[in-house]
């Protein structure tokens, strides 16, 4: 009989977290945006390599949205140097599909990304470079 029940409670507890993860939806995540128009306060790490040339592509093709330095100005896009984009929960790869393929909107209230046209996978590797060492060089790891 305890075998049953146990049975019983392992398969609710399957269920509903099946249930929760089926219909479930990412929240937007408000911020106060710091005295520049930015939605985070970062601090920018003296750069190398990679970083260096992928710092001068992220501002030719996605400072406009992502604002200086990855931190957002209010209202464009969502901030890179942020906990959300962890590599634990956005991956590299993450980063390379965003550009290519475009992003569904799901964590801010941005809106969708576009597709980025002109980029090689060269350059958006260099681009990951750069924001990675922002988010390390801000305890993003």
Known sequence: MLKKGLLL?????I?????????????PIAEATTGNGALVQITVPMLMGNAVVGEQIFNAKCA???GDNAADRQGSGPPLVHKIYEPSHHSDMAFMLAPRQGVR????????????????????????????????????K
């Open 9 to 13: 409670a392992m398969i609710a507890a």
């Open 15 to 27: 269920a509903g977290f099946a249930y929760w993860s089926f219909f479930s939806k990412d929240e």
């Open 64 to 66: 406009a949205c992502h």
């Open 105 to 140: 909107a799901h964590h801010w209230p941005f809106g969708d990304m576009p597709p980025i046209q002109g980029l090689t996978d060269g350059d958006i590797k260099q681009v990951i470079s750069y924001v990675r060492t922002l988010q390390q060089a801000n305890g993003i």
